[in-house]
């Protein structure tokens, strides 16, 4: 059971992650001080330090709580992103009149993530968006690249070397175009207001 000072503790940090992301919002993350994250959190400059060494640790402290929500609601995120990638490599699987198995699996993976990042909007709508977190967004990049890199792999289980080779070259190009557009996709989709429900934004980014 946590203590009353665990306790003080985590609500402290609840609500420096509060401050960061609520200033984020109004200046953007570059303009963002120590001092303006005390203030708004309303604690003393030694209790932020007390936490944390600087801006980009407490960053990354709602980066890693962000993937840890992310992962309790939608389970291991390489099942739900590397079905996108493996369906993505199959020219023909956008051209058929009705969607196959593959597609309607990697739509319904796509419209699972968009439902938690709508869920979540106020944090990834300021630390995603064009006055957030240039970190912030190029560590979900590299995540999503990851995860799509390692389903693809499965793929190159069955071909010569050299062709695996060839292959390989080709995925890593491909992931990373498409993490980049995607968290692209993500960004332009809060920014905009979500005007474009969850099922439909992740349709278009399959197409």
């Known amino acids: 059971m946590p203590t009353t000072y665990e306790r003080h503790g985590r609500r402290?940090?609840?609500r420096l992650h509060s401050a960061l992301i609520s200033l984020v919002a109004e200046k953007g993350f570059d303009a963002v001080t120590i001092a303006d994250i005390a203030d708004r959190a309303m604690v003393h400059r030694a209790t932020f330090y007390r936490h944390y060494c600087d801006k980009y640790a407490l960053v990354?402290?709602?980066?890693?709580?962000?993937?840890?929500a992310l992962e309790q609601e939608l389970g291991p995120l390489e099942q739900r992103l590397g079905v996108v990638a493996l369906v993505?490599?199959?020219e023909d699987a956008f051209r058929e009149p009705a969607m196959s198995p593959e597609l309607d699996h990697a739509l319904v993976s796509y419209t699972a993530l968009f439902e938690h990042f709508a869920d979540h909007a106020r944090l990834y709508k300021a630390l995603l968006g064009?006055?957030?977190?240039?970190?912030?967004?190029?560590?979900?990049?590299?995540?999503?690249?990851?995860?799509?890199?390692s389903r693809l792999q499965e793929s190159r289980n069955l071909l010569?070397?050299?062709?695996?080779d060839l292959d390989l070259r080709f995925d890593k190009t491909l992931t990373m175009g498409?993490?980049?557009?995607?968290v692209g996709v993500i960004a332009s989709?809060?920014?905009e207001g979500m005007k474009?429900?969850?099922r439909q934004i992740a349709i278009f980014s399959l197409r």
Not at 130 to 135: D, E, I
Not at 160 to 164: D, I, L
Not at 178 to 182: E, K, M, P, R
């Open 12 to 14: 402290t940090e609840v």
């Open 60 to 68: 990354t402290a709602i980066y890693e709580k962000a993937i840890q």
């Open 88 to 90: 993505m490599k199959q």
């Open 130 to 149: 064009k006055h957030g977190s240039s970190w912030f967004g190029a560590q979900f990049r590299d995540l999503f690249a990851k995860h799509m890199q």
């Open 160 to 164: 010569s070397a050299e062709q695996a």
């Open 178 to 182: 498409l993490a980049n557009w995607f």
């Open 189 to 191: 989709w809060l920014e």
């Open 196 to 198: 474009t429900p969850p």
